[in-house]
């Protein structure tokens, strides 16, 4: 139970009236209505594409609205930049990252000062120091940010936006890729914030944390508000119900009794497995250690199976996957894709000889925001024919294979023109899929398959998922979703601290296994212990 709602009788200190704004072929938000109030987490709910993004965009500086009104603390105002969004009290957390990893904590919040300034470490020292303190974390502040963990990076991220006594805090998906421990400590830090006098608009698909979380929730669809719950109806409601509620708000379905409802994933059919499709050996870049290196790594993966990675984020389920994709070098070990040994050939090659991966870094490394949607559907194959002959470029084969895939993939976009970062990230992960699955992959990797996508998407993930495993690919899915892996694996294997620590068949209760497993209290770490050195366990 979230305690009395602090910011009854307040007035809010942000209120949007009749916010609309409208881009080629698309209204992204239609006579949208919102207050902030001090000391209260706003919950903002949708699908992807429902207009969540656009808001708070316009909240942030970074677009204006076509028609509405903005106030701020009873004011009047037009936020033109992100600039202007600062000084008007407001801090944004964005879901992707956006401070340097190369740099110091330090160094990235010194970033963004006047050019005719000198820098002033110790200063931003002592207010680093204070906010911490505030929030209730203790970080680094020379270490460099890349080396921190994502939940600490996201941390930084929030004393960044809080930085000169900002009034409103915009947190967007900023659990999306937190383990369960970082989204206690993210809950605890709103929690101090609000209790602050802070206003939080939150932003996420996991319906639970909004009911968790939220004082208020507001839900949008194609552009509009289609509903909400203040504090009172939260309290007098159970999770599940407040769950059940949105959906039937987000997805405009509901039961013969008012409920909402929606189509359950339902756990893919078990089915015979084929030949190896893959086999790693001894892969590594050196020890393992506490930063999550991989080190000593052995499993093989069936045609038609779905092998499910888990760990808590750091162990090193992000490198191993570059790995296997030749975007990193191993120093140690062998992969073998249907016996053929594929340790030295590039991304490239191996894409070729049919291993692809699916990145969770959609917009960082699986595309190039600028590009359009046909060019990012081609990344991986500049030159080839039909697209390219002799060095020139033929725009007419390009807009009609991205067409196809559009189509194929249900992408929601105005045009194939259209620069792929003005999508959701639901749309995003579609062109991924579209791009990764043409032609006959033999073994796909999903990093954090669904992170980041509403319902409706991860339903759709999950069920392209089932089919590639149906018609005989290998399938390896890492996640830290342990939901997600269970409902989707055949096996489940488990890192801790770069290694193999555990492998189980996906059969019985085995949370409790994998939990001890994740947290290195599993009897005895090893690689694959179906076709290796130890026996595979079945925790039942």
Not at 153 to 159: F, G, L, R, Y
Not at 288 to 301: C, H, K, L, Q, Y
């Amino acid at each position: 139970m979230k305690p009395a709602d602090p910011s009854s009788g307040r007035a809010p200190i942000v209120s949007l009236r009749q916010i609309t704004k409208r881009y080629p072929g698309i209204v992204a938000n239609s006579g949208i209505d919102l207050d902030l109030h001090p000391g209260e987490v706003h919950a903002l709910l949708g699908e992807n594409g429902a207009g969540k993004s656009t808001l708070i965009s316009i909240l942030s500086g970074m677009v204006q609205p076509d028609e509405g009104v903005m106030q701020i603390q009873g004011a009047v105002r037009r936020l033109t930049s992100p600039r202007d969004a600062l000084n008007a009290g407001i801090g944004t957390v964005y879901q992707h990252p956006t401070m340097v990893p190369s740099l110091t904590v330090l160094e990235n919040l010194m970033l963004g000062g006047a050019w005719f300034r000198a820098l002033q470490k110790q200063a931003t020292l002592e207010r680093f120091d204070e906010l911490c303190g505030i929030l209730g974390v203790t970080i680094d502040a020379r270490a460099r940010l890349g080396e921190l963990s994502l939940g600490q990076q996201q941390m930084v991220e929030i004393i960044k936006a809080l930085w000169s006594d900002r009034r409103v805090l915009i947190l967007d998906e900023s659990t999306a890729m937190l383990t369960p421990q970082g989204v206690d400590d993210l809950l605890n830090t709103m929690d101090r914030l609000r209790r602050a006098g802070t206003a939080i608009l939150f932003t996420t698909h996991k319906l639970s944390e909004a009911a968790h979380f939220g004082d208020r929730v507001t839900v949008l669809r194609g552009g509009r508000r289609v509903g909400g719950l203040d504090n009172a109806e939260l309290d007098a409601m159970s999770p599940d119900e407040a769950v059940d509620t949105f959906v039937g708000m987000m997805f405009g379905t509901r039961d013969d009794e008012g409920r909402g409802t929606a189509e359950a994933a339902q756990p893919r059919a078990r089915r015979g497995l084929g030949r190896e499709v893959l086999a790693v050996s001894g892969l590594g870049l050196g020890d393992a250690n506490s930063t999550g290196r991989p080190a000593d790594i052995g499993f093989t993966v069936a045609a038609g199976e779905v092998l499910g990675i888990a760990g808590i984020e750091g162990n090193g389920q992000k490198e191993l996957a570059e790995i296997l994709a030749g975007q990193r070098p191993l120093e140690a070990g062998t992969i073998r894709l249907e016996g053929r040994d594929v340790s030295a050939l590039g991304v490239r090659a191996r894409a070729r000889a049919g291993l692809r991966y699916v990145t969770d870094d959609r917009l960082g490394e699986g595309t190039i925001g600028t590009f359009d949607v046909s060019c990012n559907l081609l990344l991986k194959r500049v030159g080839d024919r039909p697209f390219w002959r002799h060095g020139i470029r033929r725009g007419e084969e390009i807009v009609a294979h991205a067409r196809r895939r559009i189509a194929e993939y249900g992408v929601y976009t105005p045009s194939h023109a259209t620069p792929i970062a003005h999508l959701s990230g639901g749309n995003i992960q579609k062109v991924l899929l579209a791009r990764e699955l043409e032609g006959e992959p033999k073994l796909i990797i999903f990093n954090k398959p669904t992170h980041g996508l509403d319902r409706q998407n991860i339903m759709s993930a999950h069920q392209a998922i089932r089919e590639l495993a149906s018609r005989g690919v290998g399938v390896i899915v890492i996640s830290t979703d342990l939901d997600e892996l269970m409902e989707l694996s055949d096996r489940i294997a488990v890192m801790f601290r770069g290694r193999i620590s555990g492998v189980l068949k996906n059969e019985g209760q085995i949370r409790l296994r994998i939990g001890e497993f994740m947290t290195g209290a599993g009897a005895g770490a090893g690689n694959d212990p179906d076709r290796g050195s130890n026996s595979e366990e079945n925790a039942a």
